[in-house]
């Protein structure tokens, strides 16, 4: 059987801005963490590179058609197989749930760790969720 579980740690979590767009039909949705680091770019999201001595948190789903699924994630992210100028790449990772400690492995979307720029901002707490409510929105 293929991957059947899709990590997500920005806006396509639960009650953030594309939730509903994309993931509305998401069978389970539980809280996960993998290895990782995650910045806030300064276009208003998130990117995890990958990094083994990090962590990430957010949250891992399943599907009722994971194809259908990937098809528009893969849409959104940029992400085009074969494209090394895809916008985000598409890879599985090891993820962990954090309700039970069961390890799963799921699609995700990183930033490939050479796009890495100055003006990308740490996210410290690991979790962009806690980061966004955080920081101040100008009004």
Not at 54 to 71: A, N, R, S, W, Y
Not at 113 to 136: A, G, H, K, Q, Y
Request: net charge negative; hydrophobic share 40%; glycine share 8%.
């Amino acid at each position: 059987m293929g991957i059947r579980h899709i990590f997500v740690y920005g806006t396509l979590m639960r009650g953030m801005s594309n939730h509903d767009r994309f993931c509305r039909d998401a069978l389970n949705i539980e809280p996960a963490v993998t290895t990782g680091r995650l910045y806030h770019l300064p276009y208003g999201f998130p990117a995890m590179f990958d990094a083994p001595d990090g962590q990430v948190f957010g949250e891992v789903m399943t599907f009722p058609d994971i194809g259908k699924t990937l098809e528009r994630l893969d849409r959104l992210e940029g992400y085009r197989p074969g494209d090394i100028q895809s916008h985000y790449v598409r890879i599985a990772k090891t993820v962990t749930i954090l309700n039970n400690g069961e390890d799963v492995l799921a699609w995700t979307y990183i930033y490939p760790n050479d796009r890495m720029r100055t003006d990308f901002t740490p996210v410290l707490t690991d979790c962009w969720r806690i980061f966004m409510s955080s920081i101040e929105v100008p009004v």
